[in-house]
């Protein structure tokens, strides 16, 4: 009697406890955020090595990651922000337009955190020791203002201020991701490349880029927005340095269109590597978690061996057919088109006009 009745619990329960796991797994296979049942298997153990310092980052330092930024903040038509989905090109459009601002002068700050500020992190413990972190209005080295951003387009302030949106391929934005976060992060023994691109998968980071890929073409008509695509600087970096230029409203020359490319090309850049290496966040994310850090260790934002495209096909096919489906769930149906490729391409028929 016992036996059958824990046998009628049982079979009243699993469908109740297996039919809305069916419905999770078909929706996150569907929508990209999973590779397969079987990678997620495999990958999931490691996650929590990345959600404790992800913890401390959204909540001890108050990120706002919902769209909020400094309240105080002025927003003056002449301010530029680039607005990128992480590792997607922030540092190297962000050092365009400071180089452009200071008419070529060679590098002389310490951080890029000191000249180009991440706004929706300013007045919080996350940018402790960056001189304009408590205080947002401040002057910067030259105008325009330029900010950073990695908030989705929609949730940004209304405001006339300039908006350089820059995007890169899926794969390769992940690839640069993982390989960037564990050392920045503290993340002890912190899980493979593979286990890294499989856990920002299923966060929704992928789903994120993509969303605001999309809020951002629907306003591509609009006078104070700049696309640019990662692969089309690296392709023609001049074009890019001098449709920026003319963005920012500041007059550049062919020598000064020279000097900028060469500052900002990727050689010259990973030779000032602590520059670009994140200190002041580094050190604040490792200390939140009693750690010390050794900033000679943390990768930073321009790797020697990166700056490259294509490098997101050394994942597997399974990941790359998971950007696929998540590209179709996400753009395809709201924008039609059916890849990345046909999207740059619209883009340059737009801009050709």
Not at 68 to 73: A, E, G, M
Not at 145 to 152: A, D, G, M, N
Not at 202 to 216: K, P, Q
């Amino acid at each position: 009697m016992m036996v059958s009745l824990r046998v009628g619990i049982l079979s009243v329960l699993l469908p109740l406890i297996t039919a809305p796991l069916g419905l999770f797994l078909h929706h996150g296979l569907r929508t990209g955020h999973i590779v397969s049942l079987g990678d997620l298997l495999i990958a999931a153990h490691t996650f929590p090595r990345v959600w404790g310092p992800m913890r401390i980052l959204t909540h001890k330092f108050g990120r706002r990651s919902s769209g909020t930024i400094p309240p105080s903040i002025e927003l003056p038509a002449s301010d530029v922000w680039v607005i990128t989905p992480p590792k997607s090109g922030t540092t190297w459009v962000t050092h365009i337009a400071h180089q452009l601002r200071v008419r070529g002068r060679p590098v002389d700050f310490q951080d890029q955190d000191d000249v180009v500020p991440w706004i929706e992190m300013l007045e919080t413990d996350f940018l402790n020791g960056a001189p304009m972190n408590r205080n947002p209005n401040g002057e910067h080295v030259a105008n325009p203002r330029v900010f950073k951003s990695h908030l989705s387009f929609n949730a940004l302030p209304a405001g006339d201020y300039k908006k350089v949106f820059v995007f890169r391929e899926l794969a390769d934005a992940i690839l640069s991701l993982a390989k960037f976060v564990p050392s920045l992060w503290g993340i002890l023994d912190p899980p493979n490349i593979s286990q890294l691109c499989t856990f920002f998968l299923f966060a929704g980071d992928v789903a994120r880029m993509l969303g605001s890929l999309a809020e951002a073409w629907e306003a591509l008509h609009r006078s104070d927005i700049l696309f640019l695509f990662y692969e089309d600087i690296q392709s023609d970096p001049g074009l890019a340095v001098r449709r920026l230029a003319r963005f920012m409203d500041i007059g550049a020359d062919d020598e000064l269109i020279s000097t900028v490319v060469d500052q900002t090309s990727h050689a010259s850049m990973s030779a000032l590597h602590s520059v670009f290496a994140s200190r002041a966040q580094a050190t604040n994310i490792h200390r939140a978690q009693g750690l010390d850090v050794d900033l000679h260790r943390v990768v930073g934002k321009v790797r020697k061996d990166g700056g490259r495209t294509g490098e997101g096909s050394a994942l597997s096919a399974d990941f790359a057919a998971a950007c696929q489906r998540a590209w179709q769930f996400y753009i395809t149906s709201r924008l039609g088109f059916r890849n990345y490729a046909e999207l740059r391409a619209a883009h340059r028929r737009i801009a050709a006009r």
